[in-house]
């Protein structure tokens, strides 16, 4: 059992100092989201994979049909991208939906592209993270 404990331990303090590369990114607080239980992390961050693509391009579509939902979905992305340790991405989510619930249409057209290159860049970073902490496990 210790050594299991130990495993955790080295895996989580490589996963830590992997994650430092990946700009506006802090597994810690994604960790913590989820009682620093490594496996949950792994299976929060494959899903924030696999699913926000698909939310970005309807944010992108929103966007530019001035959708009175983007607000709604913005605020997801905001959710998730906190949820995860995105927090760079979180904030610009959060800036953009209070611009949108304003009616500042300039504002959001002006800066979801930003978001969108931003989480982007953010899921392939994120993949390459878990590919290599796989492939060392």
Same mark, same amino acid.
């Given at each position: 059992?210790?050594? &299991?404990?130990?495993?955790?331990? !080295?895996?989580?303090? #490589? =996963?830590? /100092?992997?994650?430092? &590369?990946?700009?506006?990114?802090?597994?810690? /607080?994604?960790?913590?989201?989820?009682? *620093?239980?490594?496996?949950?992390?792994?299976?929060?961050?494959?899903?924030?994979?696999?699913? !926000?693509?698909?939310? =970005? /391009? !309807?944010? /992108? @579509?929103?966007?530019?049909? #001035? *959708?009175?939902?983007?607000? @709604?979905? @913005?605020?997801?992305? +905001?959710?998730?991208?906190?949820? @995860?340790?995105?927090?760079?991405?979180?904030? +610009?989510?959060?800036?953009?939906?209070?611009?949108? &619930?304003e009616g500042?249409?300039?504002?959001?057209r002006a800066?979801?592209?930003?978001?969108?290159? !931003?989480?982007?860049?953010?899921?392939?970073?994120?993949?390459?993270?878990?590919?290599?902490?796989?492939?060392?496990?």
């Open positions: 059992m210790e050594d &299991k404990a130990q495993n955790t331990n !080295t895996t989580r303090d #490589n =996963l830590i /100092k992997a994650s430092t &590369k990946i700009p506006g990114y802090d597994i810690r /607080k994604g960790l913590a989201e989820v009682d *620093d239980n490594l496996d949950s992390w792994r299976e929060v961050t494959r899903i924030f994979i696999d699913t !926000t693509p698909g939310i =970005l /391009k !309807t944010l /992108k @579509v929103q966007c530019e049909e #001035n *959708d009175p939902q983007y607000p @709604v979905t @913005v605020h997801g992305i +905001k959710g998730v991208c906190y949820a @995860v340790g995105a927090v760079s991405a979180g904030d +610009k989510a959060r800036e953009l939906e209070l611009h949108s &619930k500042d249409t300039a504002f959001v800066h979801t592209g930003n978001l969108v290159s !931003t989480i982007e860049e953010l899921i392939v970073n994120l993949t390459e993270l878990l590919e290599g902490i796989e492939a060392r496990s």
